[in-house]
């Protein structure tokens, strides 16, 4: 709580509505960037801290381009539509640091659509290319690059399955299914907002490997009935729906 609020004393700029770095003179630095809604990490702001973040990422001047999020918000001179790296560029591990942070402090529906959008963006890139990049240009769904064609350095690495794999595998199972694993503790928490016929197969995580599937659904707020619920190992499911409903199962090998 000390460090949060010193965070918020020295770091913070009310016109922007954004956490900025801060220059050795005491200065802050005024350029907006991506690593402005890291504090969201933390899960401490609030109020108007977290106000102004939402308000960044949804505004579609500075943060909510085509593909989201930006590494430079687009009103900024320095910004490139291409990306060329941290000029704009669309970064696995920075989005993975604002959708879990928008979480942490209680955005879970703008985390999901921020997440849902970086997902759909990775994987028209790869139809059109047939492979996983290093990072995204921000204003059209392809591998970013850079404006000097004598400086290849800044253009998106093909290839990239490291992170570069993350928002076409793990961003879709844990916000387009829902899933999200608890390995240690044996535990699976599937988080259901499709009310068509969904789930996974061969979903592993630790020493299990499971199957998982619902049926059609009414609408949101039905309780989800289980078609399939195969496992090689015992665990714990815990199925979320609707407005704050769940219901915990034991899943078994049969």
């Known amino acids: 709580e000390i460090r949060a609020g010193v965070v ?18 005491g200065s802050l630095v005024q350029i907006k960037t991506v690593m402005g809604f890291a504090p969201l990490q933390t899960g401490f702001p ?22 989201r999020v930006p ?23 920075t989005n993975g640091m604002v959708v879990e942070g928008l979480e942490q402090c209680g955005q879970p529906e703008l985390a999901r659509s921020i997440a849902l959008n970086y997902w759909a963006a990775a994987v028209k890139a790869f139809e059109d290319t047939g492979t996983v ?16 064609p004598d ?17 076409v595998i793990a961003t ?18 599937w988080n259901l907002t499709s009310t068509g016929r969904c789930g996974c197969r061969r979903f592993a995580f630790g020493d299990i490997d499971t199957d998982l599937v619902v049926a059609p659904r009414a609408d949101a707020s039905a309780e989800p009935v289980l078609e399939t619920a195969q496992t090689n190992r015992p665990y714990t499911l815990v199925l979320r729906w609707g407005r704050g409903q769940a219901r915990k199962l034991s899943v078994k090998p049969t």
């Open 172 to 189: 879709f199972l844990e916000h387009g299914i829902g899933l999200r694993a608890d390995a240690p503790r044996r535990e699976l928490v």
């Open 133 to 148: 990049w290093e990072y995204l240009a921000p204003e059209v769904a392809a591998p970013g690059r850079g404006l000097n």
């Open 151 to 167: 400086d290849p350095g800044k253009n998106a690495r093909r290839d990239f399955a490291g992170w570069g794999a993350y928002p």
């Open 46 to 67: 609030t109020g108007d801290h977290l106000a102004g973040m939402v308000a960044q990422l949804e505004n579609p001047a500075t943060f909510n381009r085509p593909v």
């Open 8 to 25: 918020g004393k020295l770091m913070w700029n009310p016109v922007t509505g954004m956490f900025h770095d801060r220059r050795f003179d």
């Open 71 to 93: 590494s430079l918000a687009a009103d900024e001179p320095d910004y490139v539509p291409e990306g060329e790296y941290y000029r704009g560029g669309v970064w696995p591990y």
